[in-house]
């Protein structure tokens, strides 16, 4: 009896035992720190922030992805003819648009399958969440679309959204389609923009546009016109991409116009819009200023030296000085050393000296360690500047664009205006552009970690430009001069569109390094020089025409070989672009 | 009054065991005292030809009758009746039974018994078996083996000694992590490491330096950017090898089949030491040893720094290569961290700190600066205590260590208390409870830091000495250039980058930057056994393991930070984590003889086990308010805040396991078990799943014992089948939003990393078979096992087309296998009175494929190399591992075919794509160990290798293109021609490198054009972010190597020298570990400093710390 009792007592043991019950297992099978259910308006935050690598001047960008690669095509920065160099296979990893680029989408996707959800009456009052993020989505895929051409859309984000890895390969997309949906749409955007109820969290939310609705409509119009123009010049929609610049231009739609309605990102204390980059010593080759851009801003002959009240006045806004004569200084462990005042016996640099592409491969090695590394070119300007300044804001859309599209076009005769005005407002928003920034910023870290920390030395060998001298009379004088002649007094091969196209250039600085390769591939604009590549084997010897697609995209994605492996190369000519467009004349 | 407290007692422990509520009966009276008639008594001393023999069976036979030996051998038996039948036993000897006829002394004489060396192994679940019935293979190494060289940790001990077990140290001192590999790897993306399972409890282990965020171990304890280089440890290495009585190795998938998934790599199961006997005997042993650097790579002492001829100025050309200082006009070396400046000439030049010195190189060896001889002091006592009704043994062990590092110390204290209860002859209860304290001030720096990187190499023209005081001005900053900082004047005349600059910060990091680790861990359980019938066993057991673990690091300021107004420096960080794993199981084991010649066994039993991991993190935010404050409150900016400060992590396992065992007269032996498992990282559909194993043992030499020959001792055969599962780690499934804010704002991001909902477990399957045989009385002996292991459903994190919209996604998907061959073998060739040899070796081949991977995907990135310069590739139909990197492109067609293409600028032209180069898994790894014994002298030496597969070497790309590694020292002058760099400077340093360059018409010529020797050195080692620039292959060695693993000389004093002392044993040894390869294939580099413990961080050398060579002295003592 006792042992009967006593195997009760075991069993009994063993269900108590037993007792974890489904919902224990259950408990633990999610992640606490992550969330399963999704609101529309953080969902939207979170959506917009996949651009970052293209909106903003995040580490990638502005160390990786437009010195290594854009700023080469578009000869917006100095480099050095070494081997290879327009070739750059592996460029996903300077700051991978690409990869961010299906993210967005698929952070898009969730955001439409939480919308449809809701029931009728919520949606109106959520509508403008699901706006924003499809709009600043448009403005990246423009520019993704602008890489590549066909690339997928609709299918992304399928995998994750049915959990289910059948679903984690999309078809690509036919580019050209691709371009008209967004024309198409980014104007029914503008139109509902116009008309819908301000959800409730947007201001909190919408970190670009702070909820302003009207700021909203800016935006997506201006997006229009940049990709209106960039389909407008030949191919198959220049017809459709008119008609939507005359349509924009003629209709009194609200765009970018000003300074103050720059479409742009704050840089916050904190959190993932705390972008400041990063700094070192060995970036230096990646920060040269472009020949090409410098002697565009300032007259032949006078040797690089710069004169207030007569040169272009963004020069020293945008570049350090170099070494006068290409001395190289005695002391010569790092650039910020150069002509430092503390320091004996070396001179004050005072010239503005680009690398131009055409250094030979020869001097490859001289250029690098001696002359980069001893101050011989100019850098750029970026220390607290664009760089390491805390007011600094990321800029998406910016006035002066959207003056020189107008002037663009009226040149071009699509929609009856004033070329010239244009133009030269564009130049004055540039330099008001340029002097906002160099007035409101507040340097938050100097450039070369801690043992610089006498407060950047590099700020020593700027000048700062008496920005009394630049007012509205002096501007308009300067543009007009630049209307029909270059800096250096030639007059313009192929008259004004040329000078419009080549401040556009100068006015996008190397700041919107991709942007300059698009107008470049569409119009030939400016003319520059780019140097065959010396490596005999060379796969791409002048700038490409289109990227190839990440090596995973090759890799990994099933569709590729059929859909697109065959015309997946450097040379092929999107619909919208120029053959041959860097053939121009050595200028 | 007695019998009702141990019955109280029992109740506590079983209320622990058992949840549920459980009432006692009265226990019976004990079987002594029923028995206890005053009749006959005996006794004597039983002893073995060493001297008495502890703890040995003294019974009558056929009744509960009996008494163990005491500490001299001897026993009093009462009782016992004429005629009655006196069995003398001992584990590992022969069995003697002795008619009892009244004599009052019997004094026997115990023989080993080498015929049936049926030794007991712990097997899955603390299952105690006769090895002869193991259908599967089994490796078990005891405690002498473990502690013979003083290792710090008992899985250092392992090297060379269970075939088809690779051990792998993160090195870092007793601190450091190890890795174990049991048969090949087994998994691509998840954790590789067996399960170690501590007195039958599994207990938390996992890898080291992998930064899994819900890592089970404390590896990815890192606070930043700080941390990053330095060497983690791994739970295992916790274990006190001086408590270790047995440690047994379960390889199999039938062997470990008990377990589930969490054996999917193995099992490791350690006993510890019981007491022995009756009475009270004290252990104590004491080990020092000194751990010297080793292996570190030797430098160049011909040429000075400086970037090359070509990087030389005119005013350099005019002044031999060096630089002339305007204030001064003394000529200095251009301070880089490269290594290709004039060479040493012994002239006078301006040294850093503005004195005057001959360029001559000032040390050939910096790392003597670097490092100091690291030592280990072990102390342990251990009090053992034995009894009729219970036994104790409790051990205290503490470990000091100074590491070689110029900084810290790392201090473990660990207590162990290991005992058995027994209440009456059918209750009785085991308990054990380790705690263990550590404290870790600044853990090692990995090595590449040291002497792999572009900024911080070391030159023979560094004074060392001098940079320790210079590093750090008289205001305690960091010093700097020339001219700069608040006192200018203590700042290095020039060098401030590179060289200078990456040793200054070395040398501050080092002294100027603390981490200080304090972990706790209790690892405890009980353990009840209730013997319901002779035939029947209820055994519960309930164990935590509890980790806490709290840690701090601070920086110094390293400048003031009222110069600025915009930065500050310095920075505090502090983490908390604490991880418990709960473990509780029932078993019903039943064990009777069927008629003559069959027994039965089966068990049933139920476990669960549950872990929790909380880690809570914060740190200052772009430096410190007031200088050398270091409290979080002190930060110069608002502390960023993110979901990644704290983590947390939960997981509940439970499992339904049977198992029956049948055997036919002692030679026939079958075994099934099955396990019902259940996890928590899994969907509900897929949360419970079942796993089956089944294995044979046939005693052949048993079976046909007439015909077989007499030397022909034993011979097994065996085979086996099991299937084990395995879950994914937890939250791989789920599918699940991120979270994160700004200022004022907030989001959600769907992951780039998916879960799946539709996950299940993965399988292994694996078929054994083996044949194992012990001849000539044991004098030798061989086991051969052959395995083929498929792992199907393989849990992959599958890297997803960027257009998907997401990264990577777990999912069930491609099948790998692992097939090997195991042998091991032993001899005593010799054996006389006072010497002899024995001989012992294993080895393993294991050949790992991947048969599929997900549907239409056919590699898996597995590890890059210099930024993307080499790969790591993992391709269906091969081993794991390829590595890949840019090759030498060729002629492809006619006269020059096959000849490598020169550029124009004289140099290789390579291959725009990744070509493969070789794999990294090893074709054989193995030991072989030496024992000479004379008198009482014992000599061991065990040796471990490894042939086959290649390995990453980034230091030795860094050395080579600093011009710093002595292979570059031949590098102008005689043999080399006339070179022109466009500075104008002509030198003797040219070189034309065998190929052919383009003859302008589409054709070939032989390559005529001349390259810089140096030039061509530094276009081989270029950090690259595509495979066409550098030529990458030569980073990339042959990894094979023979190592001396130990050596061990002991001496056992005779008992009548030291019984005047008390003392009943004492034994003297010296040892050595790791002290010098017989071959090594990688020149210049230690092939084992891999860092971390999983498979991937152990493709390149250099992430451990700096390796070492130790010798040590033990002095062994019983009273």
């Known amino acids: ?363 490859f090695n001289d250029m690098f360690f001696n002359r980069l590394n001893r101050g011989y070119y100019s850098r750029v300007r970026r220390n607290g500047f664009f760089w390491g300044n805390k007011n600094w804001d990321h800029q998406i859309v910016s006035s002066f664009e959207i003056q020189f599209i107008k002037a663009e076009v009226y040149q071009r005769g699509w929609v009856a205006g004033d070329a010239k005005a244009a133009f030269k407002e564009g130049i004055r928003q540039s330099i008001k552009f340029l002097f906002k920034y160099q007035n409101g910023r507040s340097v938050t870290e100097t450039d070369n970690g801690d043992s610089d920390y006498l407060n950047g030395k590099q700020q020593r060998y700027v000048i700062n430009p008496d920005q009394s001298i630049y007012d509205d009379a002096w501007i308009d004088q300067f543009a007009e001069a630049r209307w029909s002649t270059h800096i250096n007094g030639a007059p313009y091969t192929d008259g004004n569109l040329e000078a419009i196209l080549e401040q556009k250039w100068v006015a996008f600085g190397y700041l919107y390094c991709g942007e300059q390769w698009c107008d470049l591939r569409r119009t030939g604009y400016p003319r520059m020089y780019y140097e065959k590549d010396h490596d005999v084997t060379a796969i791409v010897p002048y700038p490409c025409n289109r990227l190839r697609y990440i090596a995973n995209e090759r890799n990994y994605n099933v569709h590729f070989q059929d859909e697109v492996g065959t015309y997946d190369n450097y040379s092929d000519v999107l619909f919208w672009a120029k053959a041959n467009w860097h053939d121009g004349p050595t200028w | 009054m007695k019998t009702y407290y ?190 170690v399972i501590l007195n039958g409890v599994p207990i938390r282990n996992g890898n080291s330096g992998t930064g899994s965020s819900n890592s089970s171990d404390f590896s990815n304890i890192g606070l930043g950017s700080t941390q990053m280089g330095s060497v983690r440890s791994n739970g295992l290495t916790d274990i006190n090898p001086e408590d270790i009585d047995q440690l047994t190795i379960l390889k199999g998938a039938a062997a470990t089949a008990l377990y589930g998934s969490e054996a999917a790599n193995g099992a490791i199961v350690i006993t510890s030491k019981k007491a022995k006997g009756t009475g009270i005997t004290v252990d104590v042993n004491a080990t020092f040893q000194a751990n010297m650097v080793a292996y570190v790579p030797e430098i160049q002492t011909k040429y000075g720094p400086g970037t090359g001829n ?82 104790n043994r409790f051990s205290y062990t503490t470990l000091l260590e100074t590491p070689n590092a110029l900084t810290g110390s790392y201090s473990k204290h660990n207590f162990s208390l290991i005992g058995n209860l027994k209440f009456n002859d059918k209750l009785s209860l085991d308990y054990t409870a380790n705690y263990i304290t550590q404290h870790v001030v600044n853990r090692s720096q990995a090595s590449i830091g040291m002497y792999g990187g572009f900024n911080n190499m070391f030159g023979a023209f560094l004074d060392i000495p001098l940079m320790k005081r210079m590093y750090k001005t008289s205001l305690g900053y960091k010093n700097n250039d020339r001219g700069s900082g608040p006192t200018p004047n203590e700042a290095f005349q020039y060098g401030s980058d590179g060289f200078v600059h990456g040793v200054r910060e070395i040398l501050w990091d080092t002294n100027e930057h603390e981490s200080d680790e304090l972990e706790q861990r209790l690892i405890a359980s009980v ?85 929790k991991m909380n880690s809570l993190s914060l740190g200052t935010n772009g430096g410190l308010m007031i200088e050398n404050t270091f409290m979080i409150g002190n930060s110069y900016k608002t502390i960023n805040v993110s979901n990644d400060n704290e983590r947390k992590m939960e997981l509940l396992k439970t499992a339904w396991l049977e198992t029956i065992g049948l055997s036919y007269d002692d030679f026939l032996f079958l075994d099934l078990t099955g396990r019902q498992e259940k996890s928590s990282t899994l969907p509900k559909n897929s949360r419970s799943y079942f796993y089956p194993s089944g294995s044979v043992s046939f005693l052949y030499t048993d079976a046909f014992r007439d015909n077989m020959p007499s030397w022909y001792g034993y011979g097994k055969l065996r085979v086996s089948y099991g299937i084990v599962g395995n879950a994914p780690e937890a939250y791989a499934a789920n599918m699940a939003y991120t979270f994160g804010s700004g200022p004022g704002w907030s989001y959600n991001q769907v992951p780039n990393n998916l879960g799946n909902e539709n996950l299940k477990p993965e399988k292994t399957k694996e078929f054994e078979i083996g044949i194992e045989n012990k001849l000539f009385n044991n004098r030798a002996g061989f086991e051969v096992s052959y395995y083929n292991k498929k792992i199907t459903d393989m849990l992959l994190k599958t890297a997803l087309a960027p257009s998907s919209g997401s990264e990577t996604m777990w999912v069930n998907s491609g099948v790998m296998s692992n097939k090997g061959v195991e042998i091991s073998a032993y001899g005593t060739p010799i054996e006389t009175k006072d010497f002899s040899l024995e001989l012992k070796t294993n ?137 022109t760099y466009t500075n104008g400077l002509t030198t003797q340093t040219g070189i034309i490198l065998e190929g052919v360059v383009s003859d302008g018409n589409g054709g070939w010529k032989e390559n005529d054009k001349v390259i810089a020797y140096e030039d061509y050195i530094n276009s081989k080692n270029a950090w690259g972010t595509s495979p066409g620039t550098p030529n990458a292959t030569y980073q990339f060695f042959k990894n094979n190597w023979w190592k001396l693993r130990e050596v061990s000389l002991s001496y056992n004093f005779p008992k009548d020298l030291i019984k005047h002392a008390a003392l009943k044993n004492l034994t003297l040894a010296v040892f050595g570990r790791n002290l010098f390869y017989f071959h090594k294939s990688i020149p210049n580099f230690d092939p084992e400093t891999s860092n971390g413990t999983d498979w991937k961080s152990q493709l390149s050398i250099g992430g451990s710390a700096s390796p070492t060579r130790s010798v040590g002295v033990s002095l062994r003592a019983t009273f």
């Open chain 1, 1 to 363: 009896m006792k042992k009967i009792f006593l195997y009760s007592a075991l069993l009994a043991a063993m269900v108590t035992f037993n007792g974890c019950s489904e919902d224990d297992f259950d408990s633990k099978y999610k992640d606490p720190s992550k969330v399963s259910e999704v609101t529309l308006d953080k969902m939207m935050s979170g959506c917009m922030l996949r651009a970052n690598d293209w909106a903003c001047s995040t580490y990638g960008r502005y160390f990786g992805y437009d010195p290594q690669l854009m700023g080469k095509l578009a000869n917006s920065l100095g480099f050095t003819l070494s081997g290879s160099v327009y070739y750059d296979d592996e460029y996903e990893d300077y700051g991978q648009p690409y990869n961010s680029y299906p993210s967005m989408v698929t952070d898009f996707r969730k955001m439409q399958e939480v919308y449809d959800a809701l029931p009728d009456e919520e949606k109106p009052k959520n509508e403008g969440y699901l706006l924003a993020a499809e709009t600043h989505l448009y403005g990246m895929m423009i520019f993704i679309l602008s890489e590549y051409n066909d690339i997928p859309f609709k299918e992304i984000g399928l995998v994750a959204l049915n959990g289910d890895v059948s679903y984690a390969n999309p078809h690509y997309e036919d580019g050209q389609q691709l371009f008209e949906m967004i024309l198409d749409r980014l104007g029914e955007i503008d139109k509902k923009f116009a008309t819908i109820e301000k959800p409730s969290a947007f201001g909190g939310q919408d970190f670009i546009n702070k909820g302003d609705m009207t700021l909203w409509r800016r935006y997506a119009n201006s997006l229009r016109l940049r990709a209106a123009l960039r389909v407008s010049t030949q191919g198959p929609l220049a017809a459709k991409g008119q008609a939507i610049l005359k349509e924009i231009l003629e209709g009194n739609y609200p765009i970018v116009e000003d300074l103050e309605q720059n479409i742009k990102i704050a840089r916050q204390s904190s959190g993932p819009l705390d972008i400041e980059g990063g700094s070192g010593f060995d970036w230096h080759n990646l920060q040269t200023g472009s020949a090409e851009m410098i002697n565009r801003m300032q007259k032949a002959g006078d040797g690089g030296v710069w004169v207030e009240g007569q040169d272009d006045p963004r020069l020293p806004l945008m570049y350090c000085m170099a070494t006068a004569n290409g001395e190289q200084p005695t002391d010569i462990e790092s650039e910020v050393v150069v002509g430092d005042p503390l320091k004996t016996g070396i001179a004050l640099p005072s010239v503005f000296r680009g690398a131009s592409a055409n250094t030979s491969y020869d001097t």
């Open chain 2, 6 to 195: 141990r019955v109280q007692l029992v109740l506590v422990a079983l209320a622990l065991s058992f949840p549920g509520s459980m009432m006692a009966e009265q226990t019976p009276k004990s079987g002594i005292e029923t028995v206890a008639q005053q009749s006959g008594r005996i006794t004597g001393t039983v002893e073995d030809e060493l001297g008495p023999v502890i703890g040995a069976a003294v019974e009558v036979k056929g009744t509960h009758n009996g008494v163990v030996t005491d500490s001299d051998g001897h026993f009093t038996l009462s009782g016992v009746k004429s005629g009655a039948i006196i069995r003398i036993s001992f584990l590992g000897y022969v069995t003697q039974e002795i008619p009892y006829k009244g004599q009052a002394t019997l004094n026997v004489t115990l023989a080993e018994d080498s015929q049936a060396l049926g030794e007991v192994v712990v097997t899955a679940l603390g299952i105690a078996k006769d090895s002869k019935k193991l259908g599967y293979s089994v490796t078990t190494i005891k405690s002498d083996d473990l502690i013979k060289t003083g290792t710090p940790n008992f899985a250092t001990a392992l090297y060379g000694k269970a075939s088809g077990v690779r051990i792998q140290n993160t090195q870092g001192g007793a601190a450091g992590g190890v890795s174990i590999t049991v048969r090949g790897l087994s998994s691509i993306n998840g954790n590789t490491q067996p399960l």
């Open chain 2, 310 to 391: 070509g990087d030389w100025t005119a005013e350099m050309i005019a002044n031999d290569g060096f630089r002339k200082d305007a204030a001064t006009g003394k000529l200095y070396p251009a301070y880089s961290a490269y290594q290709w400046g004039p060479a040493y000439d012994g002239r006078e030049v301006l040294y850093i700190d503005g004195s005057t010195r001959a360029y001559s190189p000032i040390s050939s060896n910096p790392w003597k600066q670097l490092f100091r001889t690291g030592t280990d002091q072990t102390y342990n006592i251990a009090i053992n205590q034995g009894g009729e009704n219970s036994s």
């Open chain 2, 527 to 611: 353990a009840p056994t209730w013997k319901i019938f002779p035939f029947l066993t209820a055994k519960g057991r309930l164990s935590t393991d509890y980790t806490f673990s709290k840690m701090t690091d601070q920086s110094n300021s390293s400048f003031p930070s009222a110069a600025s107004t915009n930065e500050s420096s310095g920075s505090y960080s502090t983490l908390s984590k604490y991880y418990q794993v709960t473990y509780g199981d029932i078993m019903l084991m039943f064990d009777k003889r069927l008629g003559e010649k069959f027994n039965l066994t089966a068990n049933v039993g139920w476990q669960a086990r549950s872990e």
């Open chain 2, 843 to 979: 080895l393993a081949f294991n050949k790992n494929k991947i048969e599929s991977l997900v549907e239409g995907i056919n590699f898996v990135e597995t590890g890059d190399f210099a930024s993307k310069v080499g790969k790591n590739y993992s391709y269906v139909g091969r081993p794991m591992g390829d590595f890949l990197a840019a090759v030498n492109q060729v002629v492809e067609e006619g006269p020059y075919k096959g000849r490598k293409i020169v550029n124009t600028d004289g140099n290789y032209v390579m291959s725009q794509d990744y070509e493969f180069i070789g794999n990294a898994m090893p074709k054989v790894v193995g030991g072989l160990g030496v024992t000479l014994s004379y008198k009482r002298f014992v000599l061991d030496v065990m040796t471990d290798f490894r042939f086959g597969g290649y390995i990453a070497n980034d230091c030795y790309r860094y050395t080579m293109a600093t011009g710093v590694n002595p292979e570059t020292e031949n590098r102008e002058g005689e043999g080399f021609l006339p070179y």
